[in-house]
């Protein structure tokens, strides 16, 4: 069964900073791997996606993430945030499998300095 | 373009009481999935359908039952509402058309309190 781990519950950090959120995933295959955000009282929005190719991958919103085989890592980044970025974010790996279902981490919620 | 449209947004019932959550899709999607989102766990799939008629269980799927009676309808039904069955659900969509990695598209949620 696939598995996500976000280690990191709660992350602060000032606007204009960097910021890099932790995702390893556990799947017997080549995953499919999704990163959402979830503003306060919203939905979720999909930042950027991986399923095959080049390992860095671009999203929206400024944000990156890069698939890393060897340690079964999806690490989402941004250079630098914006108060806007306050949020929670989901790491998510796809099954290939019938139904297609997502398995979510437990998400890190971001706070912005000003 | 609506998208992915859950009903109700707020609810609250008391111990016991039953009820139905509707979403929506006007995408032609052939896969829907049912969430609930709990602090520090988040998104765990209840059940799933992957076209009309046809519905399974996900990781959660004690004291919800579901149906797919039309394509773009899915219904997640609680027979005997319970406090641990307060949580946040969302309904989620995607199309298998362009291959597994489409992305799923989440409604806004609804907000459900047992007491």
Not at chain 1, 35 to 40: D, T
Not at chain 2, 55 to 78: I, M
Request: hydrophobic content about 35%; overall charge positive.
């Amino acid at each position: 069964a696939q598995s996500v781990t976000q280690p990191d519950i709660h992350i602060t950090v000032s606007e204009g900073a960097s910021l890099e959120l932790r995702c390893n995933y556990s799947y017997g295959a080549t995953p499919y791997l999704f990163w959402y955000v979830q503003s306060p009282g919203q939905g979720l929005q999909l930042l950027l996606k991986y399923f095959s190719g080049d390992t860095l991958v671009q999203g929206i919103k400024g944000f990156e993430a890069e698939f890393k085989r060897s340690q079964s890592s999806f690490n989402l980044r941004k250079p630098s945030v914006h108060w806007s970025d306050a949020a929670e974010y989901f790491c998510a790996v796809g099954a290939r499998a019938a139904g297609n279902k997502l398995t979510f981490g437990g998400g890190t919620r971001v706070l912005v300095k000003p | 373009n609506a998208g992915v449209t859950q009903t109700p947004k707020f609810r609250v019932l008391k111990t016991g009481q039953s009820m139905t959550l509707l979403c929506a899709q006007d995408m032609n999607h052939e896969y829907m999935y049912w969430y609930r989102q709990d602090p520090g766990m988040g998104l765990r799939l209840i059940h799933y359908s992957v076209g009309e008629g046809t519905t399974a269980k996900g990781e959660v799927p004690d004291g919800y039952n579901v149906s797919r009676l039309k394509k773009q309808n899915f219904l997640l039904g609680l027979e005997s509402a319970a406090p641990s069955q307060t949580s946040v659900y969302f309904c989620a969509s995607r199309t298998v058309r362009g291959g597994a990695n489409t992305e799923a598209f989440f409604g806004q949620g609804t907000r459900l309190t047992v007491v």
